[in-house]
């Protein structure tokens, strides 16, 4: 796994889970906490943390003795056969639970070949996805999702995308100077969610936050009515806190 920027939160416990995962996978017998912990060089408040969420997640079980054993999950995601299927099914399983936790839609985006592309989501009565009145592909510069991964490109990536895509007025708040987009998105911390206040469509806010595997760049967003808008913060550190489970699934 690379960022293109300082890493997060989210990409270290991604990283850690992943030498926890590397270590039970290479043990057929299991291996116990005491010895991953030798294995891994992780502390056992960090890795106890680590485990739990390994488990809920279904990539590890623990049988007899605390031994720990690669989980159903972890199977599927490593067979060439059934990986695609086995990626989505889980990738949804956790944007809807992350849509009942944040009480909004929450999506993944992809940026693959060139375009902003909304992979999967999840919404309902209660949350409402977003009304794509202009196709995302075409409005990166006024969405949190396209802002999100014009920030993991490089400083040329962007340019090419802005050159492809004219930047559109939406709405009175919409960003149309590529100068002053560019600028705001060199400037993004990569650990600051990126938002969108009225800038695609009125009535909505957005926040995302990167998700960026390897090579892969990707953003976990949420959205909610504007007069929701006083809790957009926290749905977005939520999502932030509950990415490495998403960044992990991507990863393997």
Known sequence: MALKHEPTAPYHSAQDALRVLETVAHTAAGVTETELARHTGLGPERLTVLLRMLRREGYVEQIGGGTYITGDTLRRLTSAQDRERALTDKLQLMLDRLRDSVGAAVYISRYVDGEVK??????????????????????????????????????????????????????????????????????????????DLQEYAVGTVCAAVPITAGASVGCLAVSLPVEHAHRLKQAADTLNRNAAPVLLSLAI
Not at 134 to 144: I, L, P, Q
Not at 174 to 184: E, G
């Open 118 to 195: 909304v992979t999967q989501y999840a919404a309902g009565p209660a949350a409402p996805a977003v009304n794509e009145w202009v196709d995302f592909r075409y409005s990166a510069h006024a969405t949190a999702v396209g802002k999100s991964l014009l920030t993991q490109l490089d400083h040329n990536r962007r340019r090419d995308h802005l050159a492809r895509h004219k930047m559109a007025r939406l709405t009175s708040r919409t960003i149309t100077s590529d100068k002053l987009l560019l600028s705001r998105l060199e400037s993004q911390p990569p650990t600051v969610p990126v938002l």
